[in-house]
């Protein structure tokens, strides 16, 4: 367990075994437990998180060994902060 900026951790490529991103999120699957999220939650959350979920991401994968594993989390429902960071990742 680290605390650094993501999407810069220092090191070598292919380091790690696997690798856990609990990204930042909008938050929007959190809303029955937290309803107060509905004040301050708008549809352009995912949008403006998307680039930052994608370059932390992309460095855990480049920290990965060859075979190596990586969980990507969220606590949002939004496709754009789930499938689509996924497969742009994919397509790199």
């Not at 989390?73 to 996924?86: D, G, I, K």
Request: aromatic share 6%; proline share 8%.
């Amino acid at each position: 367990v680290v605390q650094h900026k993501a999407q810069t951790f220092p090191g070598p490529p292919a380091v790690f075994d696997r690798v856990v991103c609990d990204v930042p999120c909008s938050g929007d699957g959190t809303m029955r437990k937290h309803p107060e999220k509905w004040r301050t939650w708008s549809p352009h959350l995912g949008r403006q998180l998307h680039s930052l979920q994608l370059q932390i991401a992309m460095r855990a994968a480049a920290l990965l060994k060859v075979g190596g594993m990586m969980t990507y989390s969220t606590c949002s429902f939004n496709p754009l902060e789930n499938e689509a960071v996924v497969a742009s990742l994919l397509e790199r």
